[in-house]
Nanobody, 121 residues
Framework: QVQLVESGGGEVQAGGSLRLSCAAS????????MGWYRQAPAEQREWVAD???????NYANSAKGRFTISRDVAKNTVYLQMSGLQPEDTAVYYC???????????????WGPGTQVTVSS
């Protein structure tokens, strides 16, 4: 069974930085895309950034120039380095990965439980 666990959330002041991590564990055969979404209170979940198996990165307009997504293939881990944080970045951040496990090698989407990021003004 595949599981994702995020870490690195917390509270920072406006202008500060945080680095989120998300590690996958379990019977992993291969990982395709990795990425991050976030959900602010009373808002819909929104896509933040993703990185493909070919290391191509994509960012939402709100993240461009401030956030950097990266991955460590050997550790089955994806990172989100966030700088210049603003109160509007306050949200629960969820990682996701598209993973094929050894059981049937079919790609499926997996989500982490989320990590809270709070930015105070």
């Amino acid at each position: 069974q595949v599981q994702l666990v995020e870490s690195g959330g917390g509270e920072v002041q406006a202008g500060g930085s945080l680095r989120l991590s998300c590690a996958a564990s379990g019977s992993i055969f291969s990982i395709s895309a990795m990425g991050w979404y976030r959900q602010a209170p009373a808002e819909q979940r929104e896509w933040v950034a993703d990185i493909t198996s070919g290391d191509k990165t994509n960012y939402a307009n709100s993240a461009k120039g401030r956030f950097t997504i990266s991955r460590d293939v050997a550790k089955n881990t994806v990172y989100l380095q966030m700088s210049g944080l603003q109160p509007e970045d306050t949200a629960v951040y969820y990682c996701y990965m598209t993973i094929a496990d050894y059981a049937d090698r079919i790609l499926r989407h997996y989500w982490g439980p989320g990590t809270q990021v709070t930015v105070s003004s």
